[in-house]
Nanobody, 124 residues
């Protein structure tokens, strides 16, 4: 089965910006979609998602700096990351799961379909 495909990672200095993209053409109907990340030595955590009603849910650690958006025509989910800090360093993943609830919980344990990840590195 197809997986989400992430791109757009890279290395930036503190205060810089990146925009990540996730192609989700294999999960266009009846799925929840979200962004997650995992820093070295830490647990995977939720970053941002759209709930069932199209409302963004953003983790407190990135609120005000990261913005999730979507281009349905292009089957693409985006994560605009501004004001990056070293703590944002990690592997960023796009993930999908079957929509059986409100899609409003940033819990990676609920997501079975994962992209390969794209690395984000922020240096001082």
């Amino acid at each position: 089965q197809a997986r989400p495909v992430e791109s757009g990672g890279g290395s930036v200095t503190s205060g810089g910006s990146l925009r990540l993209s996730c192609l989700f053409s294999g999960f266009t109907d009846g799925y929840c979609l979200g962004w997650f990340r995992q820093a070295p030595g830490k647990e995977r955590e939720g970053v941002a998602l759209f709930d069932r009603f199209g409302r963004p849910n953003t983790a407190s650690s990135v609120k005000g700096r990261f913005t999730i958006s979507q281009d349905n025509a292009a089957n693409t989910l985006y994560l605009q990351m501004n004001g990056l800090i070293p703590e944002d360093t990690g592997m960023y993943y796009c993930a999908a799961r079957a929509r059986v609830d409100a899609c409003d919980v940033l819990d990676p344990r609920r997501y079975p379909h994962w992209g390969q990840g794209t690395q984000v590195t922020v240096v001082s």
